[in-house]
């Protein structure tokens, strides 16, 4: 069964400052999507970033890039320059080609920011 | 703007009592979710339609019902709401094909009494 692991349930950033996210997944599968969504307190999940898995260029948008090692099946997020606004919880979520239709979500990480 | 659309955004329901949550799209999606989330916790997928096609996850209780009328509109209904079955519920569409790429709604808290 696919699996994706988001080992860290908290962290903390200054602001200004750089923050890495961790994921690793679990897949046979060599095609398949990946995705980064934000949910801040009350508030809408949204996608931040998301990396297609045969392309080898890591995915970027803004302050926020990934670190894709597909060999690892690792799939890193790193916001740049953090603000406040970005003060979330970030869910990891991986889409098997098998079934397209369905998110297999990390737990997720709490993202505080500090002013 | 296009978007996902649920309503109530807060309901309170007695134990037992059977409730209905809605959900409208204006992105004219084929596929249409329900996930229900407890505080701090990831999405739990209850089931998806596809276009008319119902697909239901092998573990969401029977309590648990949905109807998708049209393309628009999907209906989530807790036949005999337990204590259990507070937490939020979460609507979201996409496409079924492409990137797979879902749009959430703003969700439905759902409290039980």
């Known amino acids: 069964a696919q699996t994706v692991t988001q080992s860290q349930p908290e962290m903390s950033v200054q602001e200004a400052e750089t923050v890495t996210l961790s994921c690793t997944y679990d897949t046979s599968e060599s095609d398949y999507y990946l995705f980064w969504y934000k949910q801040p307190p009350s508030r809408q999940m949204i996608l931040v970033i998301r990396q297609e898995a045969y392309k ?27 603000q ?17 239709n369905k998110l297999v979500f990390g737990a997720g990480t709490i993202l505080r920011v500090k002013s | 703007d296009a978007m996902v659309i649920q309503n109530p955004r807060y309901q309170v329901t007695q134990f037992g009592k059977p409730v209905t949550l809605s959900c409208s799209q204006t992105l004219n999606h084929n596929v249409m979710y329900w996930y229900q989330q407890k505080s701090s916790q990831a999405p739990k997928l209850l089931f998806h339609y ?24 999907c209906f989530l209904d807790i036949r005999s709401p337990g204590l259990g079955d507070a937490a939020m519920y979460l609507c979201a569409t996409g496409t079924g094909t492409g990137l797979y790429e ?12």
């Open chain 1, 56 to 82: 080898q260029q890591n995915a970027t948008e803004n302050r926020f890039s990934v670190n894709f090692q597909k060999a690892a099946k690792s799939f890193s997020l790193k916001i740049s320059d953090s």
């Open chain 1, 84 to 100: 406040l606004g970005d003060a979330a919880m970030y869910f990891c979520a991986y889409v098997p080609m098998e079934y397209g």
């Open chain 2, 50 to 73: 596809y276009d008319k096609d119902f697909n239901n996850e092998a573990d969401t209780p029977d309590n648990f019902q949905s109807r998708r009328p049209n393309t628009s509109f």
């Open chain 2, 102 to 113: 879902q749009f959430f709604g703003p969700g439905t808290r759902l409290t039980v009494l």
